[in-house]
């Protein structure tokens, strides 16, 4: 059991940052050139890379040498971000959740030393901290078993450095952002969501916060009863480049009326913002909207941290005007949910992207028109 364990069951671990010496490996490294990694431990740590749970090193050691031992035991491509060095563990733990852009309570620590890992609890109360004795018995934790593991999840941890890769030249190029974009040879797909990838879809309403436009976690058995459901779009988003695959970064819920397009949920993976993908996928529905002569309408609900998809949705040019098509959206909404309202124009295709997307008109009912203004 963690030190920090909560009374109640704990959210999913994200990412687990282990300790070296006594810990990862049997013994010192600065006593002991030759230290070994049990086959436990090596299972431990393959297991949890296929279920898609990201692994650091959080050690006092010289880094040169920990790492080169590392590789020795054919480990090193599993850790993402190591902090190998002498400074306090708290603050190494505290820079890799920043590095991955994670909360600290998605974040777990190994370490053998007691008080190592109160130094950890003390100044991170929300990083879950577990003894070394306890390394074998992980896969078995609920916290670090995923309800379900996606195609996405098992190449979570390459993603993540292609990511690092990608962040490290976009440092050394000499051009203009919108250059750079470009030169990643980017290619999005908007596709209507098969029953295998619905799993993906409701892993990223689950694990994104920042640019979820209502905060609403859509469960596995709702996703598919809206794959069958008349006028209903499940669509998922997913982006290539020259680095290798992004996954699954969108998904869009999308109820057609005659008049109208009511978007009930857009989100988009934190680690495409940079990209526009929120902007691009806004265009393209606004877009398709307006060759299929409805209006848009979009569900928003404010939270402490989606304040990035409500500036997209505005720069999309959604607003609270009246219209008298508010009257064919769904009235299931919360109170606290806000009605956007955008009339459509063609937009232009996006110029760092190559799109590649379904003509979502062909499934407009029949008798679509454009609404008038109220």
């Given at each position: 059991m963690s030190d920090t364990a909560p009374a109640v069951p704990s959210a999913p671990v994200k990412c687990l940052v282990w300790d070296l010496d006594n810990t990862l490996w049997r013994g010192t490294l600065l006593e002991d050139d030759e230290v070994v990694l049990s086959e436990a431990v090596r299972e431990v740590i393959v297991g949890l890379d296929a279920r898609g749970v990201l692994q650091s090193v959080c050690s006092r050691n010289d880094h040169d040498l920990a790492w080169a031992r590392l590789e020795a035991l054919g480990v090193a491509d599993y850790f993402v971000?190591?902090?190998?060095?002498?400074?306090?563990?708290?603050?190494?733990?505290?820079?890799?959740?920043?590095?991955?852009?994670?909360?600290?309570?998605?974040?777990?620590?190994?370490?053998?030393?007691?008080?190592?890992?109160?130094?950890?609890?003390?100044?991170?109360?929300?990083?879950?901290?577990?003894?070394?004795?306890?390394?074998?018995?992980?896969?078995?934790?609920?916290?670090?078993?995923?309800?379900?593991?996606?195609?996405?999840?098992?190449?979570?941890?390459?993603?993540?450095?292609?990511?690092?890769?990608?962040?490290?030249?976009?440092?050394?190029?000499?051009?203009?952002?919108?250059?750079?974009?470009?030169?990643?040879?980017?290619?999005?797909?908007?596709?209507?969501?098969?029953?295998?990838?619905?799993?993906?879809?409701?892993?990223?309403?689950?694990?994104?916060?920042?640019?979820?436009?209502?905060?609403?976690?859509?469960?596995?058995?709702?996703?598919?009863?809206?794959?069958?459901?008349?006028?209903?779009?499940v669509l998922v988003t997913t982006l290539t480049d020259r680095f290798g695959p992004h996954g699954a970064v969108g998904v869009l819920l999308l109820r057609k009326h005659a008049r109208v397009w009511h978007l009930k949920l857009l989100a988009t993976s934190c680690r495409v913002v940079a990209f526009g993908a929120g902007t691009i996928i806004l265009n393209w529905l606004a877009d398709r909207a307006a060759r299929a002569g409805v209006h848009l309408l979009a569900d928003f609900r404010a939270t402490d941290r989606n304040r990035m998809m409500e500036i997209a949705y505005r720069f999309a040019g959604f607003d609270e005007g009246p219209c008298d098509c508010r009257g064919a959206a769904s009235p299931e909404a919360a109170e606290d949910v806000q009605l956007l309202h955008l009339v459509p124009e063609r937009r232009a295709a996006p110029t760092t992207v190559r799109l590649i997307a379904p003509d979502l008109t062909g499934r407009v009912p029949a008798g679509a028109g454009p609404p008038d203004r109220a």
């Amino acid at each position: 059991m963690s030190d920090t364990a909560p009374a109640v069951p704990s959210a999913p671990v994200k990412c687990l940052v282990w300790d070296l010496d006594n810990t990862l490996w049997r013994g010192t490294l600065l006593e002991d050139d030759e230290v070994v990694l049990s086959e436990a431990v090596r299972e431990v740590i393959v297991g949890l890379d296929a279920r898609g749970v990201l692994q650091s090193v959080c050690s006092r050691n010289d880094h040169d040498l920990a790492w080169a031992r590392l590789e020795a035991l054919g480990v090193a491509d599993y850790f993402v971000v190591p902090e190998i060095g002498w400074g306090p563990k708290s603050q190494a733990v505290g820079r890799i959740a920043e590095r991955l852009d994670f909360a600290p309570g998605a974040l777990a620590f190994i370490d053998d030393q007691p008080a190592e890992r109160a130094e950890v609890a003390f100044h991170l109360p929300d990083v879950r901290c577990y003894p070394a004795e306890e390394a074998a018995t992980l896969l078995g934790l609920p916290e670090f078993s995923p309800r379900s593991v996606t195609a996405d999840a098992r190449q979570r941890r390459r993603m993540y450095q292609a990511g690092f890769r990608r962040t490290d030249e976009q440092a050394r190029f000499g051009g203009s952002n919108e250059d750079f974009l470009r030169s990643l040879d980017m290619v999005m797909r908007i596709g209507r969501a098969t029953e295998d990838e619905l799993s993906r879809v409701e892993e990223l309403t689950l694990r994104t916060s920042q640019m979820n436009a209502t905060g609403v976690h859509y469960p596995d058995e709702v996703l598919r009863s809206l794959l069958t459901r008349p006028g209903h779009e499940v669509l998922v988003t997913t982006l290539t480049d020259r680095f290798g695959p992004h996954g699954a970064v969108g998904v869009l819920l999308l109820r057609k009326h005659a008049r109208v397009w009511h978007l009930k949920l857009l989100a988009t993976s934190c680690r495409v913002v940079a990209f526009g993908a929120g902007t691009i996928i806004l265009n393209w529905l606004a877009d398709r909207a307006a060759r299929a002569g409805v209006h848009l309408l979009a569900d928003f609900r404010a939270t402490d941290r989606n304040r990035m998809m409500e500036i997209a949705y505005r720069f999309a040019g959604f607003d609270e005007g009246p219209c008298d098509c508010r009257g064919a959206a769904s009235p299931e909404a919360a109170e606290d949910v806000q009605l956007l309202h955008l009339v459509p124009e063609r937009r232009a295709a996006p110029t760092t992207v190559r799109l590649i997307a379904p003509d979502l008109t062909g499934r407009v009912p029949a008798g679509a028109g454009p609404p008038d203004r109220a």
